[in-house]
């Protein structure tokens, strides 16, 4: 895989590389990436990247010379390479597009910064827009990391553990299990007892119905978009039957029965 980033800031995206996950995977040749400062594609003393927008307004939009020649280099450093604008304006990237993205040799993404970059490029270099999210940032910079971070541990042979990006596409409707490590007792509270246990089988469904759980609760709404398991289905009817035991415990008669009993 191939990153060449679009910034005005090069020295943020180099720090994120020479980090991590991502610091190991440059130095395994699972990616190769370099920054563009499209400042040195800027004319004149000042290097001026942005100017006022035409038709008034307030802010500052991004110049399209430099960020035409500047996609002219990265389009020859990366000739395979989709090129993707991080945009509040783009599809919310997920972790389905994560998987699509990881399968293309090269991205270039171009980082705006202002109110954003004059429209011209957009329609001759644009192929695709992201956003990471409905809240506004400062720049694409953020969304392109995040964008590389998520994308980079899906490659082969980035993650130690070969089937632990796998694992998580399988369960990304699931949120996970909750995790624990030593001591025992911290501070008053306990590990559950099951995890202690040795018993392989139990803790695995220990381990699945409590994702299922904190799914239900924190995130409902991904029990909504596709089918539930046998298990899955065999520990919701038992939660529910035990809630119905509950209200019964208390008077009452169901769901559907006035608060407090009648
Ligand atoms: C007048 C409206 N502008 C400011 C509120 C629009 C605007 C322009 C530029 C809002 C944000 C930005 C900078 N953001 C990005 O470049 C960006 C972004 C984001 O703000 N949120 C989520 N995903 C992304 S991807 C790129």
Redesign the pocket.
């Known amino acids: 895989m191939q990153y060449v980033v679009l910034t005005l800031f090069p020295e943020l995206i180099q720090a994120f590389w020479d980090n991590g996950i991502l610091r190991r995977a440059i130095a395994g040749g699972a990616i190769a990436a370099e920054a563009i400062a499209v400042r040195d594609y800027a004319e004149g003393r000042h290097r001026v990247t942005d100017d006022r927008p035409y038709g008034g307004g307030c802010?500052m939009v991004m110049k399209p010379e430099p960020l035409a020649k500047a996609l002219r280099v990265a389009r020859r450093k990366a000739p395979e390479a989709i090129t993707v604008l991080?945009?509040?304006q783009?599809p919310a990237f997920d972790q389905a597009m994560a998987e699509q993205l990881a399968r293309r040799p090269g991205l270039i993404l171009v980082?705006?910064?202002?109110?954003?970059i004059d429209e011209r490029i957009s329609d001759q270099f644009i192929e695709m827009e992201?956003?990471?999210?409905?809240?506004?940032?400062?720049?694409?910079e953020v969304?392109a990391m995040a964008v590389m971070d998520a994308v980079t541990r899906l490659l082969p042979g980035v993650l130690g553990n070969e089937d632990s990006a796998e694992q998580d596409s399988f369960r990304h409707q699931r949120l996970d299990h909750a995790h624990y490590t030593r001591p025992p007792l911290f501070e008053g509270q306990a590990v559950p007892e099951v995890l202690l246990s040795g018993h392989h089988d139990r803790i695995a469904r220990w381990r699945q119905s409590d994702a299922l759980w904190r799914t239900l609760v924190k995130r409902p709404d991904l029990l909504y978009q596709g089918p539930l398991s046998d298990e899955e289905m065999a520990l919701l009817g038992a939660w529910y039957r035990e809630i119905e035991r509950i209200i019964r415990a208390q008077g009452g008669g169901g769901p559907d029965s006035p608060p407090g009993g009648g």
Do not use: Q, W
Request: glycine fraction near 30%; charged fraction near 15%; charge should be negative.
């Open positions: 802010g991080l945009s509040p783009g980082c705006g910064r202002y109110e954003g992201l956003s990471i999210g409905d809240f506004v940032l400062t720049g694409g969304a």
